[in-house]
């Protein structure tokens, strides 16, 4: 029997992913905003989970991947989602097809699982890219997802990046080669000298693969004095 506040406060809505109608609670988290099919589609990562990278393991430790390449600049990664067919379905969209709106329900579920994993950081920023990509795409996707964050966790968010050097899509590369082909892609955003210094920052980007690209950022912050880098994506 559905709750009694359910019955009174549910009306026709519309899915924040997809757009479809059905009937939701206006109280209700992210989750119970989501139409039946959306949520059956996403895979959400539970606990127990990789200590370092997020990924579903057996247990809270470390996976085999962060044992043999563990990064000492990069303390921990918390990811929501496993990234299956639909998930990348819809981070296509986000991406490549101007479907901008997504940048709210996903950065909500992103800050639910940070705050919820214990992470306090201090400021909030992103992975940037590089100008000629941000002008072919018109935007930063793990910029938006950042600013989604930030405003619910009330924190502030600073450009405190910047891509010097561009890189090929990443997909197809091994991780040694993704980590050369990064290795100097990233330096300290002249306005944030100084402001880095003795804090605990967040890095937000799209999708978790190797953890290459989070990497870089993590060393260029603690570099600059950061007192602990610690990174959230939607996807891992």
Known sequence: ????????????GFCPLCG????????????DRLCPSCKARLHRIRPPCCSLCGRSWTS???????????????????????YTAYPKELMRLFKYRGREVLAEPLGEMMAEVLFEAGIRPEVVTYV????????QRGFNQSELLARQVARRLNLPLRSALQRIRPTLPQSRRS?????????????????????????????????????STLVECAKTLKRAGAKQVCSLTWAR
């Open 20 to 31: 479809s109608v059905h009937s939701t609670s206006n109280w209700g988290d992210i989750w």
């Open 128 to 135: 940037p890219l590089h100008p000629d990509r941000m002008r």
């Open 60 to 82: 809270p430790s470390l996976c085999g991947d962060c044992l043999r390449h563990r990064s000492r600049d990069l303390e921990r990664n918390v990811a929501v989602l496993r």
């Open 175 to 211: 991780r040694w080669e993704r980590m050369g082909a990064l290795s100097g892609a990233f330096r300290l955003n002249p306005r944030s000298v100084g402001a880095v210094v003795d804090k605990r920052w967040l890095v937000v980007d799209d999708v978790y693969t190797t953890g």
């Open 1 to 12: 029997m559905r709750k009694w506040w359910e019955k009174w406060f549910a009306n026709p």
